[in-house]
C-alpha cells in the first residue's frame, strides 16, 4: 500500500501530526494530487544536487500539467483552480531554488514515514489495529440511515394496512347491521310506511276471512298463524298493530271448511312468509304442521299446495340467512386477523424505534457531545450538528405518525369491538411507550450548541469572569416549523448543586443581561431551531465571609465547577413536554490573572471525564497518562496555530514533567504535578511555564511557528548532538526552560581559533523585549563585536540549512520601507536611518563568553527614545546620531 494511502488510516492523534508536516511551502493538495509519483522518486539525492533538483523540479510541474488536464476532462472547476494556483506558487519561489522543494519533499516524506512507524509500534503496544476511525465513524452512519429508512418505510406500510382494515371494518359494520335489522332487532326497518302497509294488508284479509267461517280446520290454521305472527310481532314494538288486526281477524273464525277460507288463509301465510323475516321462520314450522293434518282431512289439494309454497319459502329465507352469517363470521375473523397484525407490526415499530433512538441518544449524541468537549479544549473541531438533527427530526416525525396510527386504532375500537377485540387489550400500553419515546427524544434533542465563552477570550471557553458578558446557544435538534417562536428558553446556574456548593463552600451567582429568549428559525444559517444568549454576566453573591458559603473550603476558585442551566417547555399535539440542558461545568474567576488555572481546569476535566455533571471533580481529581495530556497539549499549539507538537517536542516535555526516562507511553500523571507542584529546580509550576511560552508564540512569534522555523522544546543534550555536526553558523531557535513568564532564544554552533566546535546560546528574549523589537529582526540583526571592534554575524543557516535571509527576511522591514518611514515631506532635509540591532562582545580567550543579557536592548531604546524626544523639542532640525553600541548587549547604528 502507498505511504499516503497508510496515512489516510491513522487515528486523529496521528493525522493531526501529519497536518502540521504541510503548509504554503508544499501544500498538502498537491501531496494529494500526486502521490504515487512523488513516492517514486528520490528526494533526498535531488536535495544534494542541483542539476538532479533542477530536471525533478521539471518534471513535478509536467506532473501538474497532465492532472490539471484530468481535472478539465472532469470539469472540475476548484480542483483545476486550485492546482494552476500552487504551479504559480511553485514556480516563483522555487524555479531558481529547485534544491530547495527536493529538501522540504524530503524532509515532508522522512517525517510521513517515521509517523507511521510510530503509530504501528504504539499499536503493537496497545494491541490496537490502526484502522481509520472516519470509516468506522462512515460505517456507522451508514447502519443508521438504512434504520431510519427502514423505520419510515414501516410507518408508509402501517398506514396503508390501517386504511385497509378500516375499509374492511366499514364492510363489516356495513353487513352486521342489515342483517340485524333484517332480524327484527333494529327499529330502523319498522318504519311508519311499513307498519302502515302491514296493517292495510292484514286487516283487509282478516275481514275477508271473518266473512267466510265455513271450516272448522280453518280456525286451527288461523290460531297457527296468529301464533306465528305473535312470535313475530313479540320482537318489534313498531308492529302492534298490526299483530291486533289480525288477532281480531282470526278469533271469530267459524270451522266451514270453506275454500274460500282456505285460500283466504294460504294468501294471508304467504304475504307473512313474502318479508322472509328469520324470526317469522320458527313459528311457519308450526303452520305447516297444522296444514299437513288439514291435508289429511278435506282440503288436500289446496292445503298441499300452501304447504309446498312454504317451504319453498322458508327454506330459502334460512339459506340465505345462513350465507349472510357465514359472511360475516368470514370478514369478523379476518378483521380480527389484520387488527392484530396491526397491533404486532406497531409493537415491532416500536422496538425499531427504540433501537434507533438508542442509537443516536446513546452513540450519535454522545458522540458528539465528546467531540465538543474535545473541540473545546482544542481538539478538532468536528462538531456539526445538521446530520444528527436531520436524523433526529426524522424519527420525531415517524413517531408523531404513529401516534396518530394509535389513535385511529381507538376510532376503530369505538365503531367495532368484539370479545377478545387485540385493540382493547394493546392499544393503551403501545400508546404509553410512544409517549415515552417521543418525550424522551425530545428531551436528549435540547442541547448546547456553543458552550459558554467570553467574546475576548475565544480560545478558552468555559472559562468566565465576573462582570464580563460571555455568550453561549442552545438548539433543539427537532426541526418542527410548528415550534418556531414558541419556545422560551430560562438560564439559570447552578439549579440543582445549591445544597452541594453550599456544603463545599463554593461561591454563588446570579446571572445578569437578557436571560430569558424565544427560539426561532431566523437566526440560524440553517433554519435550526435555536436560541443565542449574547448579553449574560455572572455577578458574585455576597455573603458574610466574601462571597464563600463556608469559610473551610477545600477547593480554590480556580477548582470550583459551576452549570450553567437551560430550561423550556413543549406543547405539542395534546402533549406538554419539560426540556432542561445544561452547560458543560464553567469555571468562574474574578480577576484575568486566574485564567491559566482555571484553563488547566478545564482542560484536566474535559480531557478525563465525559460527565457532564460532575461539579465535585476536583475534591478527588483523576489520575491522567501521558498520553492522554501529550494530545492535549499539541491540541494547545495547534487550536491557535498552524501546528501542533511534534514527537521530538512531546518528549521533551515528557521528560520536564516526568524527569528522564525511555518510555513515557502509560507514565501517570497527576493533577497537582501538572498544575500545583514546582517543576524541579524551578519556582514554578509546569503549566505555568508551558502557558507563557503558549501566550509567547501567539502575541510574538507566531508568524515563525507557524513556518515550523522554531525548533521549541528540546533538551541541552540533544541540542549539542544535533548542532556539533553541522557547519559553523547554523543555529537553531528554542524556548527556555528557566523563564517562568517565557522565553526563546537560539543556540549557534562555531568554531574557536583552535578549531574546535563551540556550542553558544544568548540569554533568552522574552516578552519585554519582543514588545520592542520583532524577534526575526533580532535574528537579523544580532551581531558578535570581537576584540577589534568588527561585528559579525554568528547566525548563518536556519537549522538544518535554511539560509538565515531566506526564512526571517521576509518578517524584516525592507530598506525601502525604513527609507519611506524616516523621510519627513515636509522638513528640508531627512532623518538619518536607524537600526537597532542586538550585539555581543567577545574576550580574548581561546572561547567565546556567553552573551550577556538582552536586557540592555531596553535602556538602549530608551535612550534612542530620549534622544529622539529632545530633538523634536530642539524644532526636529537635526537628525538622529548615533554609532556602533560599545559594551555589552544591543545598540544602534546609523547610515546616511
Known sequence: MAQWNQLQQLDTRYLEQLHQLYSDSFPMELRQFLAPWIESQDWAYAASKESHATLVFHNLLGEIDQQYSRFLQESNVLYQHNLRRIKQFLQSR????????????????????????????AAQQGGQATHPTAAVVTEKQQMLEQHLQDVRKRVQDLEQKMKVVENLQDDFDFNYKTLKSQGGNDSSLASANHSVFLQGNLL????????????????????????????????????????????????????????????????????????????????????????????????????????????????????????????????????????????????????????????LADEELADWKRRQQIACIGGPPNICLDRLENWITSLAESQLQTRQQIKKLEELQQKVSYKGDPIVQHRPMLEERIVELFRNLMKSAFVVERQPCMPMHPDRPLVIKTGVQFTTKVRLLVKFPEL???????????????????????????????????????????????????????????????????????????????????????????????LETHSLPVVVISNICQMPNAWASILWYNMLTNNPKNVNFFTKPPIGTWDQVAEVLSWQFSSTTKRGLSIEQLTTLA???????????????????????????????????????????????????????????????????????????????????????????????EKDISGKTQIQSVEPYTKQQ????????????????????ILVSPLVYLYPDIPKEEAFGKYCRSESQEHSEATDSGSAAPYLKTKFICVTPTSFSNTIDLPMSPRTLDSLMQFGNSSEGAENNAGGQFGESGGAAGGPGCGHTRAP
Open 94 to 121: 522555487y524555479l531558481e531554488k529547485p534544491m530547495e522543494i527536493a529538501r522540504i519533499v524530503a524532509r515532508c516524506l522522512w517525517e510521513e514515514s517515521r509517523l507511521l512507524q510510530t503509530a504501528a509500534t
Open 204 to 359: 283487509e284479509r282478516c275481514s275477508n276471512l271473518h266473512s267466510h267461517r265455513e271450516c272448522a280446520q280453518a280456525q286451527g290454521i288461523c290460531m297457527a298463524i296468529g301464533e306465528t305472527w305473535s312470535s313475530v310481532s313479540a320482537t318489534d314494538g313498531a308492529l302492534e298493530g298490526a299483530e291486533l288486526s289480525f288477532a281480531v281477524g282470526w278469533g271469530g273464525i267459524g270451522f266451514c271448511g270453506c275454500r274460500r277460507a282456505m285460500e283466504v288463509l294460504g294468501g294471508c301465510a304467504r304475504f307473512l312468509l313474502g318479508y322472509r323475516l328469520p324470526a317469522f321462520c320458527c313459528g311457519s314450522v308450526v303452520l305447516l304442521w297444522h296444514l299437513r293434518r288439514w291435508e289429511e282431512s278435506m282440503c288436500v289439494a289446496e292445503a298441499s299446495h300452501l304447504c309446498t309454497d312454504m317451504q319453498d319459502l322458508n327454506g330459502n329465507n334460512q339459506s340465505v340467512t345462513r350465507q349472510k352469517m357465514q359472511q360475516l363470521e368470514q370478514m369478523l375473523t379476518a378483521l380480527d386477523q389484520m387488527r392484530r397484525g396491526i397491533v404486532s407490526e406497531l409493537a415491532g415499530l416500536l422496538s425499531a424505534m427504540e433501537y434507533v433512538q438508542k442509537m
Open 484 to 578: 418556531n417562536y414558541q419556545l422560551k428558553i430560562k438560564v439559570c446556574i447552578d439549579k440543582d448543586s445549591g445544597d452541594v456548593a453550599a456544603l463545599r463552600g463554593s461561591r454563588k451567582f446570579n446571572i445578569l443581561g437578557t436571560n430569558t429568549k424565544v427560539m426561532n428559525m431566523e437566526e440560524s444559517n440553517n433554519g435550526s431551531l435555536s436560541a443565542e444568549f449574547k448579553h449574560l454576566t455572572l455577578r458574585e453573591q455576597r455573603c458574610g465571609n466574601g462571597g464563600r458559603a463556608n469559610c473551610d473550603a477545600s477547593l480554590i476558585v480556580t477548582e470550583e465547577l459551576h452549570l450553567i442551566t437551560f430550561e423550556t417547555e413543549v406543547y405539542h399535539q395534546g402533549l406538554k413536554i419539560d
Open 655 to 749: 521528560e520536564k514533567l516526568l524527569g528522564p526516562g525511555v518510555n513515557y507511553s502509560g507514565c501517570q500523571i497527576t493533577w497537582a504535578k501538572f498544575c500545583k507542584e514546582n517543576m524541579a529546580g524551578k519556582g514554578f509550576s509546569f503549566w505555568v511555564w508551558l502557558d507563557n511560552i503558549i501566550d509567547l508564540v501567539k502575541k510574538y512569534i507566531l508568524a515563525l511557528w507557524n513556518e515550523g522555523y522554531i525548533m521549541g522544546f528540546i533538551s541541552k543534550e540533544r541540542e549539542r548532538a544535533i548542532l556539533s555536526t553541522k557547519p559553523p553558523g547554523t543555529f537553531l531557535l528554542r524556548f527556555s526552560e528557566s523563564s517562568k513568564e517565557g522565553g526563546i532564544t537560539f543556540t549557534w554552533v
Open 770 to 789: 519582543l514588545n520592542n523589537m520583532s524577534f526575526a529582526e533580532i535574528i537579523m540583526g544580532y551581531k558578535i563585536m570581537d576584540a577589534t571592534n
